[in-house]
């Protein structure tokens, strides 16, 4: 079975500056890979996703992501954060059957 | 319709007692998601529907969970006896059918508490 590590639980930056979010996945095959985000109250709006192809991935928002098999990752970008970034980040993995399964979550604050 | 909605938002149970949970899907989507999220984790999966079929209820906590989509679309998610563990977020999600990738759409959840 798959399984996601989001290994920060929570993240500060300033507003203005580069962000990065962390995500680690197992699976024997390459799964296919989404970055979610929620803000509270909200239900989940999918930032980017990798099926297969170009490894580095454009999403919403200014996002991106890249997914490197060698190191099981697939960490989220976004250069230049502004304050409605502030929200909680869902890394998740499908392994081709219909099942996702979700890390624990990163939340991100922005500071003035 | 736009997106996938849920009703109740927001719902409160005395312990004991029985709810019910709506999904409404987006239009034409074939498969139907139910996940459970806990106060600060990431959602589980709970059961799987392909049109009224429901084909995975791996996840579903205990024998109290139930749910079905008789029709294909509407989907309801029922909970007897509530405990106060069965206190989260209820996602549903749908998508338009595993051939076309298996990216879900997400509705804004129901948020059970249990007293």
């Known amino acids: 079975a798959q399984s996601v590590t989001q290994p920060d639980i929570h993240i500060t930056v300033s507003e203005g500056a580069s962000l990065e979010l962390r995500c680690n996945y197992s699976?024997?095959?390459?799964?296919?890979l989404f970055w979610y985000v929620q803000s509270p109250g909200q239900g989940l709006q999918l930032l980017l996703k990798?099926?297969?192809?170009?490894?580095l991935v454009q999403g919403i928002k200014g996002f991106e992501a890249e997914f490197k098999r060698s190191q099981s990752s697939f960490n989220l970008r976004k250069p230049s954060v502004h304050w409605s970034d502030a929200a909680e980040y869902f890394c998740?993995?499908?392994?081709?059957?219909?099942?996702?399964?979700f890390g624990a979550g990163t939340t991100v604050t922005v500071r003035a | 319709g736009a997106g996938v909605s849920q009703s109740p938002r927001y719902k409160v149970a005395k312990r004991g007692q029985d709810v019910a949970l709506r999904c409404d899907p987006i239009s034409g989507h074939v498969s139907l998601f139910w996940y459970q999220q806990a106060l600060g984790q990431g959602p589980e999966f709970l059961t799987y529907?392909?049109?009224?079929?429901?084909?995975?209820k791996s996840g579903l906590p205990s024998d109290r969970f139930f749910a079905e989509r008789p029709e294909g679309s509407v989907s309801t998610l029922k909970i007897q006896r509530t405990q106060q563990e069965d206190s989260a977020v209820y996602l549903c999600a749908s998508s338009l059918d595993l051939a076309g990738g298996p990216e879900q759409f997400f509705g804004p959840g129901t948020r059970l508490t249990v007293l």
């Open positions: 998740a993995v499908g392994a081709g059957d219909y099942k996702l399964s």
């Open positions: 699976y024997g095959a390459t799964p296919y």
């Open positions: 990798y099926f297969s192809g170009d490894t």
């Open positions: 529907f392909q049109n009224e079929a429901q084909l995975d």
